[in-house]
């Protein structure tokens, strides 16, 4: 799969740095399954499945961290208090052989 992410500051605002990350990422599952099944009824059944395929996961994200108090401006009762935005979407592709 493949991975990727940057952050950093943005620009000041009151409180301090506003901040933001975002990224992407894709990945790509495989499996491959073998299984056998014995029955013991009056005639005896063997029952093997054989499943294989592969699954494809991508997801975008990004956030942002906008300081109103922070270091420059402390108040009595808040030293720092900061909104938090972010979002992801991701997308599970069919399983498919």
Known sequence: G????ADGDLFEFWGGPVK?????????AEVESNAVSYSTTATPVVTRTNLSGSQRTTAVFAEFA???VGKPN??????????????RHEEIGPFSK
């Not at 933001?20 to 790509?28: K, L, Q, V």
């Not at 402390?74 to 979002?87: C, H, I, M, N, T």
Request: aromatic fraction near 14%; hydrophobic fraction near 50%.
């Open 20 to 28: 933001m990350a975002f990224g992407a990422a894709t990945s790509r």
């Open 2 to 5: 493949l991975d990727f992410s």
């Open 74 to 87: 402390p108040k009595p009762l808040a030293r720092r208090l900061d909104f938090q935005f972010a979002g």
């Open 66 to 68: 906008v300081p109103l």
